[in-house]
Structure formats: C-alpha cells, structure tokens
Nanobody, 123 residues
Framework: QVHLAESGGGLVQPGGSLTLSCAVS????????MGWFRQAPGKEREFVAA????????YPGESVKDRFTISRDNAKNSAYLQMNMLKPEDTAVYYC????????????????WGQGTQVTVSS
C-alpha cells in the first residue's frame, strides 16, 4: 500500500514563502509521477503542478506559474512544492498525489493521495 504524507503547511503573510513536502512510502517512488493539488472551502480541487518520474519535466498550473516550483528527490522518496509570493487566494488545503501519467492535471488521473496540509495566507 502506497502512503503519502504532506507536511510544511501553516500560516504565512502575503508575499511570503513556504515549502511543502510529500513523503512517499510503500511503493517504488521513482515509478510514479507526482502532482500537487489544492482545495479551498466550497471549491473544487485544483491542479497546482506535476513532475515526471525522474524530475526532468515539470508542469506548473497557470494560476501558480512563475511563483510555485515542484521538485522531487527520488533518493529521499519525497516531492516538494516551493511556494513564493504567496497571495490570500492561495489559501487552501494542499494535497500531493502519485500517478502514472507525467503530465496529469486531473484528479482522476492520480492513484494515491495524501491527507493534505493547510496553507493559510493572511496578514
């Protein structure tokens, strides 16, 4: 059973930065493409970014392009989301997900999900 655990969420001021981590266990991490999604109250889960199996290709969502960076370390079985220039509208629960399609941006294209970590951007 593949298990994903996010960490690194919290409260940050507008314009600040935060790095989320996703630790993966129970599977062969390098065989999965990884993605980050977010969900704000009352809204659908939104694609944030994806990364290919070895990290050679990244696919940021339009809403976070130039501010967020996805990365991974296959030696540590972990994926990351570096978030810069945060805005109040970035407030959401952030989820990491593992799947088989490197450019996947839909929820139903991912197989495994973490429980999420809350990010709140507020002064």
């Amino acid at each position: 059973q593949v298990h994903l655990a996010e960490s690194g969420g919290g409260l940050v001021q507008p314009g600040g930065s935060l790095t989320l981590s996703c630790a993966v266990s129970g599977g062969t991490f390098s065989s999965y493409a990884m993605g980050w999604f977010r969900q704000a109250p009352g809204k659908e889960r939104e694609f944030v970014a994806a990364i290919s199996w070895r990290g050679g290709h990244t696919y940021p969502g339009e809403s976070v392009k130039d501010r967020f960076t996805i990365s991974r370390d296959n030696a540590k079985n972990s994926a990351y989301l570096q978030m810069n220039m945060l805005k109040p509208e970035d407030t959401a629960v952030y989820y990491c997900a593992a799947g088989l399609i490197p450019q996947a941006s839909r929820v139903d294209e991912y197989v495994y999900w973490g429980q999420g970590t809350q990010v709140t951007v507020s002064s």
